[in-house]
């Protein structure tokens, strides 16, 4: 089956330093892959999605200079968190896309935890 | 009014016992319905999807959609301890249209 590795699986930075979050489709090519947020006891917050070889397309209020995303390749998505605050942090997570009979299915990976000091 | 409702819970059922979950939504262009089953500190995953209104079932679980209510379910039979998680239902219009989560439904299976 579909299987979406995302890693770091848990990330602890100083305000101020940037952090890379990886995202990679396994055993399928991935032409479109989503960004999400997650806080605590509250649902999915998506945050843009990425587009391979094009720009990312961010969602209403999402600081596309602060959440760098780059989708280099067909298997690879990256989320980087520029000049990390305490108020990023938060579980982020990525899926990608797979049309089964017209259903926009999405794989999730096992989400980052990203604290920020 | 919210694209999609979700009672958030928690909802905590003995062994064994019946569980529904619901979500209601507004829009009548939604056509595709999901069910995701979250862990703590996990990325959801997929465990049901659906097309046209009726049941479908897969093993104990059963989703159900009614498009003319624009309600949906969730039923899982013989519910046990391992299915204590939160679950999240999803929703969109067809295509590589956004996805639209409910807020989940933390569900607790006492044994």
């Known amino acids: 089956g579909a299987v979406v590795s995302q890693h770091p699986s848990w990330v602890i930075c100083k305000s101020g330093t940037s952090v890379k979050i990886e995202c990679r489709s396994l055993?399928?090519?991935?032409?479109?892959m989503f960004w999400y947020r997650q806080f605590p006891k509250q649902s999915l917050m998506l945050m843009a999605t990425?587009?391979?070889?094009?720009?990312?397309?961010?969602e209403q209020g999402v600081e596309k200079d602060k959440f760098l995303i780059n989708h280099a390749s067909l298997t690879l998505s990256t989320l980087t968190v520029t000049s990390a605050h305490p108020e990023d942090s938060s579980f982020y997570i990525c899926?990608?896309?797979?049309?089964?009979?017209?259903?926009?299915?999405?794989?999730f990976g096992a989400g980052s935890r990203l604290t920020v000091l | 009014q919210k694209e999609v409702e979700q009672d958030p819970g928690p909802l905590s059922v003995p062994e064994g016992a019946i569980v529904s979950l619901n979500c209601t939504y507004s829009n009548s262009a939604f056509q595709y319905f999901m069910w995701y089953r979250q862990y703590s500190r996990k990325g959801p995953e997929l465990l049901m999807y659906t097309y046209s209104s009726g049941n479908k079932e897969d093993g104990r679980f059963t989703a159900q959609v009614d498009k003319s209510s624009k309600y949906i379910s969730l039923f899982i039979r013989d519910s046990q301890p391992s299915d204590s998680a939160t679950y999240l239902c999803a929703i969109h219009s067809g295509g590589y249209q956004k996805v639209t989560f409910g807020t989940g439904t933390k569900l607790q299976v006492i044994p």
């Open positions: 990425s587009n391979e070889g094009s720009k990312a397309t961010y």
């Open positions: 899926s990608a896309s797979l049309q089964r009979s017209g259903a926009n299915v999405l794989t």
């Open positions: 055993d399928f090519q991935a032409t479109t």
